[in-house]
């Protein structure tokens, strides 16, 4: 090959090489003292305010001097520019920071003797973008640590320590004020101690194990009113538990001690025990209202009183006809939310509205008695003159024809009680209760 041949050759890569050279997005500048050169690519010629292409060694370095001017740390960037004055051999990487664009540029400088060329190699990043994301997590890290030292509630961030492949133990790298004043620690005898360490009492009890499972398979942990047992006199503490995992190997643990809440509940639940077993074994009707004014309990102490059950008595439409009576035993207070109403278990003396004597009060009473032979499991119902002296809301009499066609079509539903035979009754009297001492008995001949 002749040398004008070679020449050409070299031109040729060089040129190949200069366009490389300037369209990667990394800032790039050559620089040969020597021979007094320096080159600018496209992105270095943005980022340090400077033609693109070809240069002097002097007006590089006065386009540095100016950035360097420019510079919000200018006492760490005066001391990376004076190493290389030092040490023409000597390298850096530095963070240039601006108040207007670039805002943080990257700043690499390391000498390059490659053959044909003794000289150094400048490298400029433009980490604005970079640095714009890290301020923004950095805002976001602190609304979530000032919401964290606010939370009433300890929370702590655990990371997994393996062993063997297995995750063996999980080490404090964070905790909320509550988690401190609470084991009563401060932080930094929490970070990098493990569970075991600061909270032995999760270990004994298990719950290192789930937190554990939580870390490596993700699995929450949702576990309310959990008992722990200290090992003193009143150490038995409960607790709400919430665990989730972050990522692989890291969870975030929060607890609320709800033993306060807990105790209560048992005592709301032993006192409504005793309310119960106190309620059912006196004469009076007690009975629960809720906000509607309507019956959502009543003493067993009913069946004396209305003669209905307490379940029938809740039954609708017997539960509007029950508070009817009830509301004529005691004065007609209202009451703005739930309530108790309480009815003697014994009602003053009334005139029975009917013109039947009553069995049994004078002693000339004549009985007449007659037998009848029944058939084998045959059933038989005794019932006074109550049943069927009834006042109908269309102001007609019931009568003794109207009472057996009732009885009939109700006893031949299977399993019918005396308690819908009396429930029906009620619904057809005009005032939901009845006008006369009301007698039914049910007889079942084997």
């Not at 000498?111 to 970079?130: E, K, M, Q, T, V």
């Not at 109908?392 to 031949?412: K, V």
Request: with cysteine.
């Amino acid at each position: 090959m002749t040398d004008a041949a070679a020449q050409r050759m070299s031109r040729s890569h060089a040129g190949l090489l200069a366009g490389v050279f300037d369209e990667v997005d990394v800032g790039l500048v050559s620089v040969n003292p020597d021979s007094d050169f320096a080159h600018v690519n496209r992105t270095a010629a943005a980022l340090v305010n400077m033609p693109v292409g070809d240069a002097t060694v002097a007006a590089f370095n006065g386009a540095i001097a100016n950035l360097a001017q420019r510079a919000l740390n200018q006492g760490e960037v005066a001391e990376w520019l004076g190493s290389l004055e030092r040490d023409p051999t000597a390298e850096f990487k530095s963070l240039w920071v601006f108040a207007d664009y670039p805002t943080h540029l990257g700043v690499v400088s390391k000498p390059a003797p490659y053959p044909g060329f003794d000289g150094r190699i400048w490298a400029f990043y433009d980490n604005s973008p970079l640095a714009r994301a890290v301020k923004a997590s950095d805002h976001a890290n602190a609304r979530l640590r000032a919401s964290a030292d606010t939370m009433l509630d300890p929370q702590v961030l655990l990371e997994a320590v393996v062993e063997d492949g297995r995750i063996a133990d999980l080490v404090t790298r964070d905790a909320n004020n509550a988690t401190c004043d609470y084991l009563g620690l401060h932080k930094a005898e929490l970070i990098g101690r493990s569970v075991r360490q600061t909270m032995p009492i999760m270990a004994r009890s298990g719950m290192l194990a789930q937190f554990i499972h939580c870390a490596e398979w993700g699995d929450p942990v949702i576990l309310d009113g959990v008992a722990f047992d200290s090992g003193i006199p009143g150490g038995l503490r409960y607790y709400d538990i919430r665990a989730s995992r972050a990522e692989p190997g890291w969870i975030s643990v929060t607890w609320r001690d709800v033993t306060e809440r807990s105790e209560l509940a048992q005592r709301i639940a032993e006192s409504e025990e005793h309310f119960r077993l106190l309620a059912e074994d006196v004469g009076d009707v007690v009975v629960r209202l809720d906000e509607d004014g309507m019956m959502t309990w009543i003493s067993k102490s009913i069946e004396h009183v209305l003669g209905a059950t307490a379940d029938h008595a809740l039954a609708a439409p017997q539960r509007r006809q029950i508070r009817l009576s009830l509301d004529r035993r005691r004065p007609p207070h209202r009451f703005p939310g739930p309530a108790l109403a309480l009815a003697p278990g014994t009602a003053p003396p009334v005139e029975l509205a009917t013109d039947s004597i009553p069995v049994g009060i004078l002693k000339e009473t004549k009985y007449d008695d007659r037998s009848y032979t029944v058939p084998p499991a045959a059933e038989i119902l005794v019932f006074s003159d109550g049943a069927f002296e009834l006042a109908l809301a269309d102001g007609q009499r019931w009568s003794l024809a109207q009472f057996i066609d009732l009885f009939a079509r109700t006893a031949a539903r299977p399993g019918w009680t005396l308690d819908e035979l009396t429930g029906a009754l009620q619904d057809r009297s005009a005032s939901g209760l009845f006008e006369d001492d009301c007698t039914l008995v049910r007889l079942h001949i084997p």
